[in-house]
């Protein structure tokens, strides 16, 4: 149980679109939902927490206008990045509250997002 | 703000060693801490998890110990094998202000073990 999808798992595309992301919670319901970038040989760093129909909190320097967050429902959110640039490129990762007393984020499997 | 450490960045070691991996945070105010693995492009598999009133936890060859007052955490595992080749992710568990709680993650360890 407590699965986490992410679709797409990889994509590449050019300098100034847009890209979006999807995290599903499959057999559970996430009230949270977090979303983590990783650079290579880097730590996960967390860009956002959304909660199920609220706005998105941010972290400091993440721009909340490129990293747009939709948490529409229990079981899914969506992560665009606008006009992406080559330095967005990175690993996506999302991961969603099992709501156990032990506050237990169950994780995607990743996005890798290339911009040419 | 917490700040993760983990010690040593890399390792190698020969098939059937014991070895052990290390964590450090700034904080000592946290909810729980939890150990990653991480294989190459893929997300993380959770392995232990440790309350913050625990000081340590076990599962098959995994051992993880936690020492909150001093910030430490550790990950042995014993009798390595080819097939524990990733990264490890420590992770410490804490409030990012209100009701919300934030995990914050070290660099990880590249763990390779060699048949």
């Known amino acids: ?116 | 703000k917490q700040e993760v450490t983990q010690i040593p960045a890399a390792l190698s070691v020969p098939e059937g060693e014991n070895l052990v991996l290390n964590c450090s945070f700034t904080d000592s105010a946290i909810y729980n801490l939890q150990w990653f693995r991480q294989d190459p492009g893929k997300g993380l598999t959770s392995l232990l998890l440790i309350q913050s009133s625990q000081r340590e936890q076990t599962s098959g060859r995994l051992n993880a110990s936690l020492d909150k007052s001093s910030g430490r955490s550790t990950l042995y595992i014993a009798a390595s094998q080819p097939g524990d080749s990733a990264t490890y992710l420590c992770a410490v568990i804490g409030s990012s202000g209100g009701s919300n709680y934030k995990l914050t993650f070290g660099k990880g360890t590249l763990l390779t073990v060699n048949p």
């Open chain 1, 1 to 116: 149980g407590a699965v986490v999808s992410q679709h797409p798992s990889w994509v590449i595309c050019k300098s100034g679109t847009s890209v979006k992301i999807e995290c599903r919670s499959l057999d559970f319901q996430a009230t949270t939902m977090f979303w983590y970038r990783q650079f290579p040989k880097q730590s996960l760093m967390l860009m956002a927490t959304s909660n199920e129909g609220s706005k998105a909190t941010y972290e400091q320097g993440v721009e909340k206008d490129k990293f747009l967050i939709n948490h529409a429902s229990l079981t899914l959110s969506t992560l665009t990045v606008t006009s992406a640039h080559p330095e967005d490129s990175s690993f996506y990762i999302c991961s969603g509250d099992g709501t156990s007393l032990f506050n237990t984020q169950y994780f995607g499997p990743g996005t890798r997002l290339t911009v040419l």
